[in-house]
């Protein structure tokens, strides 16, 4: 089972950019989709931001970061990032990196996670 452990978030202001990234313990991370999720503050659910596939050759979007966000891989160093420009307040979340062993755009198979880090984006 691979294991996530993101990177610090942080606090910025309004169209500055952030970027996350991922570590994953185990020999496997290739063999994973890797996904970033984000929480809302107030909100349970855990709603997908992008999606990367085990090669880095496919990409997945919410529509709400598309041109905004890049998701992308490393497998020799086991890292997946998240680069977030032109960052806006309702970007403020808790993210989430995961795996799946699905392919990369069945977001509901999603199953291993991180422990989440905050981003918070000031007006």
């Known amino acids: 089972q691979v294991r996530l452990v993101e990177s610090a978030g942080g606090l910025v202001q309004t169209g500055d950019s952030l970027r996350l990234s991922c570590a994953a313990s185990?020999?496997?991370?290739?063999?994973?989709?890797m996904a970033w999720f984000r929480q809302f503050p107030g909100s349970q659910r855990r709603v997908i931001v992008a999606?990367?596939?085990?090669?880095?050759?496919?990409?997945d979007y919410h529509d709400f970061v598309k041109g905004r966000f890049t998701i992308s891989r490393d497998n020799a160093k086991n890292t997946v990032y998240l680069q977030m420009n032109t960052l806006k307040p309702e970007d403020t979340a808790v993210y989430y990196c995961?795996?799946?062993?699905?392919?990369?755009?069945?977001?509901?198979?999603?199953?291993?996670w991180g422990q989440g880090t905050q981003v918070t984006v000031s007006s």
């Open positions: 999606a990367i596939s085990q090669t880095g050759a496919g990409t």
């Open positions: 995961a795996a799946s062993s699905q392919p990369y755009n069945i977001h509901s198979a999603y199953n291993t």
């Open positions: 185990g020999p496997t991370f290739s063999a994973y989709a």
